[in-house]
């Protein structure tokens, strides 16, 4: 029905404008409660199985993390009596806020509904879930970056590029490929978020045009497996040719785009003497360029 596609889709995007426009924890919470309630109707419009089961998953999780986000900025207002997004100060309440984003954006260890929900959903709704909603968690967490626990970013960064380089290896589908490259974007940019916020927004905005490059190529080759991406030559050699070299800007090879904040980041990590986490993240980033390279092989 067109009528409800798109109240749908204005609730999906007014979800998000609330969410990084309001300076009120309870406005933001509202704003990421109609964003997850408008993109259901979405995730379920086809009735199979694999869709139903993927909105569940990701309305579980998503209400959790809407539920731990609550308590934490209500636990902050009673301590504090603030309510401003700015004003968050208690050491607890950092910490389950950070635990909430975490849990909503799909970052390690908390990333496990991530690759399930995508692989059960098409690519149209992928696409959306991979990029719009990242939107509105990474505002909060900017708008917080300079009250959160360091250490814990920084854990979390780490733990997130390993997993997501880990995680997509032994994979086949193309969508579970991408959620892992997700994954592992995210550990990039928390892990520079409390030193400089400025190379989150430019890894943000590259990884949001290559990712959306990458969903909108599948869908016009019809292309969710690997061995169909191997057959998608000889029809669409352009296209092809096209995605190809998105997949290795999204692992960051030079001189491609995706290399630009991936170089900044080490730099800015080296600069602030953690030298060790910047070789860490490195060497995860291979570990993604590996599958990449083996998709553009194939």
């Given at each position: 029905?067109?009528?409800t596609l798109?109240?749908v889709?204005?609730?999906?995007a007014?979800?998000t404008?609330f969410t990084?426009?309001?300076s009120?924890w309870f406005?933001?919470?509202?704003?990421?409660e109609?964003n997850t309630?408008?993109?259901i109707?979405?995730?379920?419009q086809?009735?199979?199985?694999r869709a139903?089961?993927?909105?569940t998953k990701?309305?579980?999780?998503?209400?959790?993390a809407?539920a731990?986000l609550?308590?934490s900025?209500?636990?902050?207002?009673?301590?504090?009596?603030e309510?401003s997004?700015?004003?968050?100060?208690?050491?607890l309440?950092?910490?389950?806020?950070t635990?909430?984003?975490?849990?909503?954006l799909g970052?390690?260890?908390?990333h496990?509904?991530?690759?399930?929900v995508?692989q059960?959903?098409?690519?149209?709704t992928?696409l959306?879930l991979?990029?719009?909603?990242k939107?509105?968690?990474?505002?909060?967490?900017y708008?917080?970056a300079?009250?959160?626990n360091?250490?814990?970013?920084?854990?979390?960064?780490?733990v997130?590029?390993?997993v997501g380089?880990?995680?997509?290896l032994?994979?086949?589908q193309?969508?579970?490929?991408m959620?892992f490259?997700?994954?592992?974007?995210?550990?990039w940019?928390?892990?520079i978020?409390p030193?400089s916020?400025q190379l989150?927004?430019l890894?943000?905005?590259?990884?949001?045009i290559m990712?959306?490059?990458?969903?909108?190529?599948?869908?016009t080759?019809s292309?969710t497996?690997?061995?169909?991406l191997?057959?998608s030559?000889?029809?669409?050699?352009?296209?092809?040719a096209?995605?190809l070299?998105?997949l290795l800007?999204?692992g960051?090879?030079?001189?491609?785009?995706?290399f630009v904040?991936?170089?900044?980041?080490?730099?800015?990590?080296?600069?602030q003497?953690?030298?060790?986490l910047?070789?860490?993240?490195?060497l995860s980033?291979?570990?993604?360029?590996?599958?990449?390279?083996?998709?553009?092989?194939?």
């Open positions: 029905n067109p009528v798109s109240v889709l204005t609730s999906l007014l979800g404008i990084v426009s309001s009120h406005l933001a919470w509202m704003g990421l109609i309630l408008a993109i109707p979405i995730m379920t086809h009735k199979h199985p139903i089961e993927a909105s990701y309305f579980l999780t998503q209400a959790a809407s731990l609550l308590f900025s209500l636990n902050n207002a009673w301590l504090t009596g309510w997004i700015m004003d968050l100060t208690n050491p309440s950092c910490a389950t806020m635990v909430a984003i975490c849990m909503k970052l390690a260890p908390f496990f509904w991530l690759p399930e995508l059960g959903i098409n690519l149209t992928g959306i991979s990029t719009w909603q939107l509105a968690p990474m505002a909060i967490l708008q917080i300079p009250t959160l360091t250490p814990l970013l920084l854990a979390l960064g780490l997130s590029t390993l380089g880990w995680g997509g032994n994979q086949t193309l969508r579970k490929i959620a490259s997700s994954i592992a974007h995210l550990g940019m928390v892990s978020l030193f916020p989150m927004i890894n943000l905005t590259i990884y949001l990712t959306s490059t990458m969903f909108l190529m599948l869908k080759i292309s497996k690997i061995s169909s191997a057959t030559w000889s029809k669409t050699p352009t296209t092809t096209l995605s070299l998105t800007s999204l960051g090879l030079p001189p491609l785009s995706g904040p991936k170089w900044f980041i080490l730099q800015e990590l080296t600069n003497n953690t030298t060790i910047a070789t860490t993240l490195a980033a291979l570990l993604s360029l590996f599958f990449y390279l083996r998709l553009t092989y194939i």
